[in-house]
């Protein structure tokens, strides 16, 4: 599925702080293609994911995903779509604390009406692709940043989302797994053929996407 | 259902440390309950266990009517005329005695027509007789205290001796086992002045009230009339109790601590799951990012509650009910199953309730703030 954006405007704030944080933006993510949004700190990269993730509704424009148009949908139904089409990989807090990897897996999977022991064998084999078999029954606060990162992209990828939202994934890693995760998501897409939008700093991470959309002045211009 | 659970597990430690609270608050109300209610049975069993509608006093008294009011014959028999009614004289007096053996006991002496339907009649030995008028049957306390069938009872300093002819169930007022005699060996007691030779001829006919049982359709008015006629103050059994020593304070001290343990029990109920929410705030975001909706959210967090407050609230009513057999006969403690039942149902409730303060943070926890956006 290729999810279009079509106009996006988005204000935030309300009265005197009002800001434009998207103006008129239009682009096109396609599927199996690792996309990274560039640009400078307040230029919208992630008012850009959550309105693609269908965590905030623009004030104007279409948010096509498919056939389906995101920012139509009442809350129930983005809510529905987030936990069933989208996967998430957050720069940080990504992790219930308390919950063993395998566990978060299995959260994931609860809300989205699956049961455990259907999900459990799968669950297992995503975070073996993901390089953690060997920490299955580890908590958050016993893993490093970059498998924390690991289990997330494996819990997003649990419900096999049509769009993968990466928002900073090597913010909070060192350089040598900065590197390894980049690959690994990169990989993923290919693999898993999802819409991949990452909004990165890092110019790794820029080298491994297969397109960039630099965001400038509130808006997408495309550079590759 | 299965992430509220794996969070209790995770979070285990705290939800155990609350669960503690909530079993502490249970197991108190549960104590405290028990205390009210043995306290009322020392109170008013007695009363209680009279098959009377009503009580009617003198009129005039408005507290301890029991010992201030007395009714005389005349105006018993006035009430046996009205029609339906079924009339007999009560007396009440609170007496010490010792009996042959020397057993030194309190008693509430109540006195009944023998027969008549205030006769207890007797689980063990023979029932009061009209043609026995020194027969005396005790409660099961005094029984307990030592006083046995066949033991002469000593009414202490007026002399009046009184043959101890049965025994019946635990019943007791103002704190002092209950005794059934005569209402004439009843008059001799409670009129009798020390050191005194009275002949039991010479002494009023009176008593402290009269149990009444009225037909269904003797409504207010005409109840109202009655009191008129006979100068009397009737009222329901029920609030006969009020009459008993003590009793009136005993209920509002108990029901204050009572009440004060509601009003608690929601509160630190629903500050621990206020600061829980609070510190949980990323993961419910992240949760609402992730698609959870805010009523599988709002269900989660019902979940949670209820599982840490009905095995707490089940723990402290296990806890009562082993602080009321450890206590045993010692104190005036009593928590039937029904009370218990009750008052652990309120003690769920109002923690449940205390929970729901949390529920609306929970609901508008905005998924945004887990992007960079709005960090």
């Known amino acids: ?224 | 259902m299965f992430l509220a659970l794996l969070e209790l597990k995770a979070a285990r430690g705290r939800f155990l440390l609350m669960g503690s609270v909530v079993v502490l608050v249970a197991a108190l109300v549960g104590i405290v309950s028990g205390f009210t209610t043995g306290l009322g049975d020392d109170t008013v069993s007695a009363l209680r266990a009279l098959p009377a509608t009503h009580i009617a006093f003198a009129a005039g008294s408005d507290s301890d009517q029991f010992a201030r009011g007395l009714i005389d014959e005349r105006t018993v028999d006035g009430w046996r005329r009205e029609a339906g009614v079924t009339a007999t004289p009560l007396g009440v007096a609170l007496t010490r005695g010792t009996t042959d053996r020397h057993v030194e006991v309190d008693l509430a002496a109540f006195g009944v027509e023998p027969g008549a339907f205030t006769d207890p009649g007797a689980d063990e030995g023979k029932p009061l007789a009209a043609n026995a008028p020194q027969g005396i049957v005790v409660s099961r306390q005094l029984v307990g205290d030592g006083v046995r069938i066949g033991d002469t009872l000593a009414v202490d300093r007026l002399g009046i001796r009184l043959k101890v002819v049965g025994t019946t169930g635990r019943s007791s007022y103002g704190h002092v086992p209950a005794a059934y005699v005569t209402a004439d060996a009843w008059r001799r007691i409670r009129f009798t002045t020390p050191g005194t030779d009275t002949r039991p001829d010479d002494l009023p006919r009176q008593y402290s009230a009269m149990a009444l049982k009225l037909p269904a359709g003797f409504d207010g008015k005409t109840l109202a009339g009655a009191d008129r006629r006979h100068h009397t103050a009737t009222v329901p059994l029920r609030d006969a109790f009020a009459a008993a020593p003590g009793y009136k304070g005993e209920r509002l001290t108990m029901t204050s601590i009572q009440t004060f343990l509601f009003l608690i029990a929601p509160l630190v109920v629903g500050a621990f799951f206020a600061v829980w929410t609070v510190q949980r705030t990323p993961e419910l975001a992240l949760l609402r990012a992730m698609g959870a909706s805010r009523r599988r959210l709002l269900g989660h967090t019902l979940a949670q509650a209820a599982v840490v407050v009905l095995a707490g609230t089940a723990v402290g009513a296990a806890l009562a009910s082993a602080v009321g057999l450890f206590v045993g006969e010692q104190v005036p403690f009593s928590l039937p199953a029904a009370t218990l039942a009750t008052t652990m149902a309120a003690v769920a409730l109002v923690g449940l309730a205390g929970s729901a303060f949390t529920l609306r943070r929970v609901t508008t926890v905005d998924p945004m703030i887990m992007l960079g956006a709005a960090r």
Do not use: W
Request: glycine share 8%; net charge neutral; with cysteine.
């Open chain 1, 1 to 224: 599925m290729t999810l279009r954006l079509h106009d996006i405007t988005v204000t935030l704030g309300r009265g005197d702080s009002r800001t434009t944080a998207l103006r008129a933006l239009t682009a096109t993510f396609r599927p199996g293609v690792l996309t990274a949004l560039v640009g400078p700190s307040g230029s919208g990269k992630s008012t850009l994911l959550a309105v693609a993730g269908a965590l905030l509704r623009p004030d104007e424009g279409q948010v096509l995903l498919g056939d389906t148009d995101l920012a139509a949908l009442t809350d129930r139904e983005r809510a529905r779509a987030r936990r069933t089409r989208i996967g998430y990989m957050f720069q940080s807090g990504n992790l219930i604390t308390g919950l063993t990897a395998e566990e978060q897996l299995l959260a994931a999977a609860s809300l989205a009406d699956r049961t455990p022991r259907a999900v459990r064998a799968r669950a297992r084999d995503l975070l073996a692709d993901v390089g953690l078999a060997h920490r299955l029954r580890h908590r958050p606060d016993q893993l490093s940043g970059g498998e924390r990162q690991r289990v997330a992209l494996a819990r997003a990828l649990l419900t096999e989302p049509e769009l993968l939202l990466v928002d900073e994934p090597t913010a909070a890693v060192d350089r040598t797994r900065a590197d390894d995760l980049t690959a690994l998501v990169a990989r993923t897409t290919h693999q898993h053929g999802c819409v991949t939008v990452v909004a990165t700093h890092d110019p790794v991470v820029v080298g491994a996407a297969d397109s960039t959309i630099d965001m400038r002045d509130h808006t997408a211009a495309p550079t590759a």
